[in-house]
């Protein structure tokens, strides 16, 4: 028992150590050592390392921290090892309904963090409650049948967005990038828009660990134990949907982060959610920051979106995954 | 006296204006008695039990819990008292098994407290109980059916119930497994005082196993009582819809139901050929 903490401690380590190495990557290589002259303010590289950098990797650990939690709440709450918050629609959703406030509001700029955020969390809650409620009704559904209607939900919304592109094309680039998901140029301002959302998020899922192992046994068993089942699986996708939302309102829609960390953190701390949950959300800080990191570098001096790149390693593990799932 | 469990006038069925799949059952159950579920496929057995759980709302009447009725009082309070263990699958679920029986003590201790000394104790208890104790670690994935049953049993034996539903406990499993369960079953209700309702498939189970049988066919609770006076081939012919023949146990005298002989084995001995 005492080996889980320990191991949540070790990943917190992880996450400290390839953070601060990520300091240094970039289109300006840093060694250790001007790193830290630059972090005690010493050196010309204070300027790369403070504004630009170290904001970046902060975000990219929130961001990949609400991911990876959200991921293995969702695969507690629909009892899928193959739900994300991407998969079954709830980060299309925030991108709808994100770029639904930034349309009508004009200048989304204007209106500030909170009103996107609020339009993000409330398209995120609708997609995901849309998908749960579905399986819901349909009784237990094989693996395959969620994935379907996440899949639908998603296509459906995601072609909602694309409409509002080409009727609104002032705003094509900004909301592509965005489909995209990317942390290139975020700064301060944006940790600290995103930082209260993504806590609370992190925290109630947190909270949940014990209704969510009682939901991983199904809605039956659950309901059996006295979990009052409506309350606690809205709960769940409210604080899923918050993390998620948060999540791409700061960096756009960033796939697979929150399907591959639950299956790496299981396989450190084991299924129960009270150390699941925390695992999750490090595991994924760690592979988004390690992934951005490939963003900076792999294609230098031109920079891809980390959204492309976690696609393009997630689909196959997303393949790998099915495959034994469906087995 | 009050018995540990009453239903009266109960009627249950799913779906608004689907037609009720039980109507008019009463029935009681008294503290350290088990009572034996029985009727064809379809004839409401899940059904009665998951009505008797708080889980399905009744579409009339009431169940009582020594004497109060558990609609009234709250879901907490109910699911403290009455556990049940349903025919599900471990599905996606990789807890261990020990993780999954210490959410029986959900309903003590709610959703957000940690577990105490004490909760661990109880656990401890029902995985011993359910002879888990040295698979406690592994996980639930990897299961046979009927260890998954164990743990069902296990997870609801720490919720320190007061009444205990168990449906179809002996389902896939085999032999001695079936007799380990029923053994144990009837240790829980004649030296620990619970109260069991439990479903079977088996007629002979029931008529070993159970102090009362409760027979349910076309809707309603068809008889009521002894296994003696339930299990007698009239009564079972109308339930099930075939013909039966009972015998008697060559050592406790309870009632063994048989088929009837195959056509074809009749045949065979009238033919001289």
Same mark, same amino acid.
Request: aromatic share 4%; with cysteine; hydrophobic share 50%.
């Given at each position: 028992?005492?080996?889980?903490?320990?191991?949540?401690?070790?990943?917190?380590?992880?996450?400290?150590?390839?953070?601060?190495?990520?300091?240094?990557?970039?289109?300006?290589?840093?060694?250790?050592?001007?790193?830290?002259?630059?972090?005690?303010? #010493?050196?010309?590289?204070?300027?790369?390392?403070?504004?630009?950098?170290?904001?970046? +990797?902060?975000?990219?650990?929130?961001?990949?921290?609400?991911?990876?939690?959200?991921?293995?709440?969702?695969?507690?709450?629909?009892?899928?090892?193959?739900?994300?918050?991407?998969?079954?629609?709830?980060?299309?959703?925030?991108?709808?309904?994100?770029?639904?406030?930034?349309?009508?509001?004009?200048?989304?700029?204007?209106?500030?963090?909170?009103?996107?955020?609020?339009?993000?969390?409330?398209?995120?809650?609708?997609?995901?409650?849309?998908?749960?409620?579905?399986?819901?009704?349909?009784?237990?559904?094989?693996?395959?049948?969620?994935?379907?209607?996440?899949?639908?939900?998603?296509?459906?919304?995601?072609?909602?967005?694309?409409?509002?592109?080409?009727?609104?094309?002032? #705003?094509?680039?900004? +909301? @592509?990038?965005?489909?995209?998901?990317?942390?290139?140029?975020?700064?301060?301002?944006? =940790?600290?828009?995103?930082?209260?959302?993504?806590?609370?998020?992190?925290?109630?899922?947190?909270?949940?660990?014990?209704?969510?192992?009682?939901?991983?046994?199904?809605?039956?068993?659950?309901?059996?134990?006295?979990?009052?089942?409506?309350?606690?699986?809205?709960?769940?996708?409210?604080?899923?949907?918050?993390?998620?939302?948060?999540?791409?309102?700061?960096?756009?829609?960033?796939?697979? =982060?929150?399907?591959?960390?639950?299956?790496?953190?299981?396989?450190?701390?084991?299924?129960?959610?009270?150390?699941?949950?925390?695992?999750?959300?490090?595991?994924?800080?760690?592979?988004?920051?390690?992934?951005?990191?490939?963003?900076?570098?792999?294609?230098?001096?031109?920079?891809?979106?980390?959204?492309?790149?976690?696609?393009?390693?997630?689909?196959?593990?997303?393949?790998? =995954?099915?495959?034994?799932?469906?087995? | 006296?009050?018995?540990?469990?009453?239903?009266?006038?109960?009627?249950?069925?799913?779906?608004?204006?689907?037609?009720? =799949?039980?109507?008019? +059952?009463?029935?009681?159950?008294?503290?350290?008695?088990?009572?034996?579920?029985?009727?064809?496929?379809?004839?409401?057995?899940?059904?009665?039990?998951?009505?008797?759980?708080?889980?399905?709302?009744?579409?009339?009447?009431? @169940?009582?819990?020594?004497? #109060?009725?558990?609609?009234?009082?709250?879901?907490?309070?109910?699911?403290?008292?009455?556990?049940?263990?349903?025919?599900?699958?471990?599905?996606?679920?990789?807890?261990?098994? #020990?993780?999954?029986?210490?959410?029986?003590?959900?309903?003590?201790?709610?959703?957000?407290?940690?577990?105490?000394?004490?909760?661990?104790?109880?656990?401890?208890?029902?995985?011993?109980?359910?002879?888990?104790?040295?698979?406690?670690?592994?996980?639930?994935?990897?299961?046979?059916?009927?260890?998954?049953?164990?743990?069902?049993?296990?997870?609801?034996?720490?919720?320190?119930?007061?009444?205990?539903?168990?449906?179809?406990?002996?389902?896939?499993?085999?032999?001695?497994?079936?007799?380990? +369960?029923?053994?144990?079953?009837?240790?829980?209700?004649?030296?620990?005082?619970?109260?069991?309702?439990?479903?079977?498939?088996?007629?002979?189970?029931?008529?070993?196993?159970?102090?009362?049988?409760?027979?349910?066919?076309?809707?309603?609770?068809?008889?009521?009582?002894?296994?003696?006076?339930?299990?007698?081939?009239?009564?079972?012919?109308?339930?099930?819809?075939?013909?039966?023949? @009972?015998?008697?146990?060559?050592?406790?005298?309870?009632?063994?139901?048989?088929?009837?002989?195959?056509?074809?084995?009749?045949?065979?001995?009238?033919?001289?050929?």
């Amino acid at each position: 028992m005492s080996g889980r903490p320990a191991r949540i401690l070790l990943l917190l380590a992880i996450l400290a150590v390839v953070g601060s190495l990520s300091l240094g990557v970039g289109s300006a290589r840093l060694s250790p050592a001007r790193i830290a002259a630059a972090l005690v303010g #010493e050196g010309s590289d204070a300027d790369i390392v403070w504004d630009l950098r170290l904001p970046r +990797i902060i975000l990219a650990a929130l961001v990949g921290l609400a991911l990876g939690a959200a991921g293995a709440a969702y695969q507690g709450l629909f009892r899928n090892p193959l739900a994300d918050p991407y998969v079954i629609g709830a980060s299309t959703g925030s991108a709808l309904g994100a770029t639904l406030v930034m349309i009508l509001a004009g200048d989304a700029g204007a209106m500030g963090f909170g009103a996107v955020s609020l339009g993000a969390f409330l398209g995120a809650m609708g997609a995901a409650g849309l998908v749960y409620v579905t399986a819901a009704w349909w009784g237990p559904a094989p693996i395959v049948t969620l994935l379907l209607a996440g899949t639908a939900v998603s296509s459906c919304l995601g072609a909602v967005v694309w409409l509002l592109m080409v009727l609104h094309d002032q #705003e094509l680039a900004r +909301i @592509v990038l965005w489909m995209m998901g990317s942390l290139a140029g975020r700064s301060w301002s944006a =940790v600290i828009g995103g930082t209260p959302y993504i806590a609370l998020g992190f925290a109630t899922l947190c909270a949940l660990a014990r209704p969510l192992d009682a939901l991983s046994l199904g809605e039956q068993p659950a309901r059996a134990l006295g979990l009052p089942l409506r309350r606690m699986s809205g709960m769940v996708v409210a604080a899923a949907s918050l993390a998620t939302a948060a999540a791409v309102a700061v960096a756009g829609v960033i796939g697979f =982060v929150g399907l591959i960390a639950p299956h790496v953190a299981r396989a450190f701390v084991g299924a129960r959610h009270r150390y699941l949950i925390p695992a999750s959300g490090l595991c994924g800080a760690i592979l988004l920051v390690l992934a951005d990191d490939l963003a900076r570098t792999v294609a230098a001096p031109t920079e891809l979106p980390v959204g492309v790149l976690t696609a393009i390693l997630g689909g196959p593990f997303f393949l790998v =995954v099915l495959r034994r799932a469906v087995r | 006296m009050t018995p540990r469990l009453r239903a009266e006038g109960l009627a249950c069925g799913y779906g608004r204006g689907l037609p009720d =799949v039980l109507t008019g +059952i009463d029935l009681d159950v008294p503290a350290g008695t088990v009572v034996a579920l029985l009727g064809p496929n379809g004839s409401g057995k899940t059904t009665l039990l998951r009505t008797l759980a708080r889980l399905l709302t009744p579409r009339a009447g009431t @169940v009582r819990l020594e004497g #109060e009725d558990v609609w009234k009082r709250g879901r907490a309070w109910a699911h403290r008292r009455i556990a049940i263990a349903l025919q599900d699958d471990p599905g996606g679920a990789r807890l261990t098994i #020990e993780e999954v029986v210490r959410l029986g003590r959900a309903a003590h201790r709610g959703w957000w407290l940690p577990m105490t000394a004490d909760d661990e104790a109880v656990v401890d208890r029902a995985l011993e109980l359910a002879r888990l104790t040295p698979m406690r670690r592994r996980s639930v994935d990897a299961l046979s059916a009927g260890e998954w049953q164990r743990v069902t049993l296990a997870r609801s034996l720490a919720q320190e119930p007061r009444v205990l539903l168990l449906d179809e406990p002996t389902a896939h499993l085999d032999w001695n497994y079936q007799i380990e +369960i029923l053994d144990l079953v009837d240790r829980l209700a004649h030296d620990e005082g619970l109260a069991v309702v439990v479903s079977l498939h088996d007629l002979n189970q029931a008529s070993t196993w159970a102090d009362r049988v409760a027979l349910l066919a076309e809707g309603s609770l068809l008889a009521h009582g002894e296994p003696e006076a339930v299990l007698t081939p009239e009564t079972l012919a109308r339930a099930y819809r075939c013909p039966v023949l @009972v015998d008697r146990h060559p050592i406790s005298g309870a009632p063994m139901v048989l088929p009837p002989p195959r056509r074809r084995s009749l045949r065979a001995d009238d033919d001289p050929a």
